[in-house]
């Protein structure tokens, strides 16, 4: 299935948004760190990179036709 350039704009951010989330989580410095949460989010991560390295991307999409026009502001 192929993706507009702004899905995979938004799938690269999600993965970013979840290795931080990973990153805080699995390093805080009080108490353990939720082993089932970090896998969750190393899991979700993997998916998204999943769909980004198997998934085409279509060029001739246009912006306005991808529904994300205001997910953007």
């Known amino acids: 299935m192929s993706h507009s ?12 948004s979840k290795g931080l989330e990973l990153h805080r989580e699995r390093f805080k410095k009080q ?3 939720d082993r089932l ?5 190393y899991d979700d991560m993997r998916a998204l990179a ?3 390295a198997y998934g085409g991307v279509d060029l001739d999409v246009e912006f ?3 529904g994300l ?3 953007h502001k």
Request: negative net charge; charged residues 20%; contains cysteine.
């Open 5 to 16: 350039v702004e899905a995979v704009y938004a799938k690269a951010a999600l993965i970013q």
């Open 31 to 33: 108490g353990e760190f």
């Open 37 to 41: 949460a970090c896998q969750t989010l």
């Open 50 to 52: 999943l769909e980004l």
């Open 64 to 66: 306005a036709q991808t």
């Open 69 to 71: 026009k205001n997910e």
